[in-house]
């Protein structure tokens, strides 16, 4: 499935603008995720974008934004702390349920899992929260700090270097992360609980994740990232954890509610994603159709001519198999390709003088070239007898032969 990536904002804990990405599939949704990234990070962070596509790719659309002070949004880092960052993602779920849908998953790496687990009880919709090598106290950032420790407590404030950039901290940052208390915050988690680590994360260490799941109630469930770093700056493992929670996720969501009015035949309805997509309706199938990207769709589905060349094929495919069963003929697998064209009538050497009456005004006809693949242990004979029933098809002659379409309003 393709994605489509906006660039969206809200305002924070601090009534500053923040700057949010929001990955949505160019199909049928099936959920809404909010991802907290890790501290002093950014949503625009590999691991966060790669985890993004993922779900997105998955039908699981995702906000990741950027917390107050960091990143694109506007607002001071050091006047931010944990509970600010913890309001922040209250405020962008309630800026999703205003605008699109409410997410019903959180996603959380780092400080952002410890984040999440803290904010999911005041986000109502929430079903299941994931945490990517998440500490069990969000006080575990503190080690960062190191030597400055002594500097802020006796100043009110000192520079920390992370990650190769300079942050202010000041004193109530830290003693925000003292106050909190994580372990009652996660044996009251009443949504599902999946905790993905990593065994050799050199900056959470793997017991904390042991922590957090011995904490928690059912259901919970944990998943090893092997070899990834803290970071999960490898792509092949970001899309892991992604793929992990996406297939896990779905166990706890609602399927989504998608109206449609009584029809007898094959109904299709706009979805109001981009220019041209529509759903398509057949009795309890859902499909797509749409336009290639080429010519202003958004290339999330057949296009009307792709679905016709389709019914020729599989219409061939099935009027073979039934000859051939009760022949009695060896023929093992059918492969029916069907190719459409506008072609000017001059150039179809391969058509038939009705076929030439059928031009257009600019002299073009439409041509399909059906080409048969035949598997099996069949003569000469045998398959020239299945290419003369392929012009026995139903849909082949009504196609050739022309039908009415009558045209009506209804209310």
Known sequence: ???????????GSQGELLKAKLDMPTGMVQAIALFAHCFTCSKDLLASRHIAATLAARGIGVLRFDFTGLGASGGDFSNTNFSSNVEDLVLAAGFLREN??????LVGHSLGGAAVLMAAADIREIKAVATIGAPFEAEHVVHNFGVKLDEIAEKGLAEVTLGGRSFTIRKQFIDDLNQQNMSNQIGSLKTALMVLHSPIDQTVGIENAAAIFTAAKHPKTFVSLDSADHLLSGKKDAAY?????ATWATRFLDEPEIEVPEHEGVLVIETGRGKYQNRVHVRNHILLADEPKSVGGLDTGPTPYDYLAGA???CTSMTLRIYADFKKLPLEKVEVEVVHAKVHARDCDACSLEDLEKTNSKGKIDRFERRLKLHGPLSQSEKASLLRIADKCPVHQTVENGAAIVTRLTD
């Open 100 to 105: 699109y849908r409410a997410p019903s998953i």
């Open 312 to 314: 020729i094929a599989a």
């Open 1 to 11: 499935m393709t994605i489509q990536t906006n660039s969206v904002e809200f305002i």
């Open 241 to 245: 954890a992604a793929e992990m929670i």
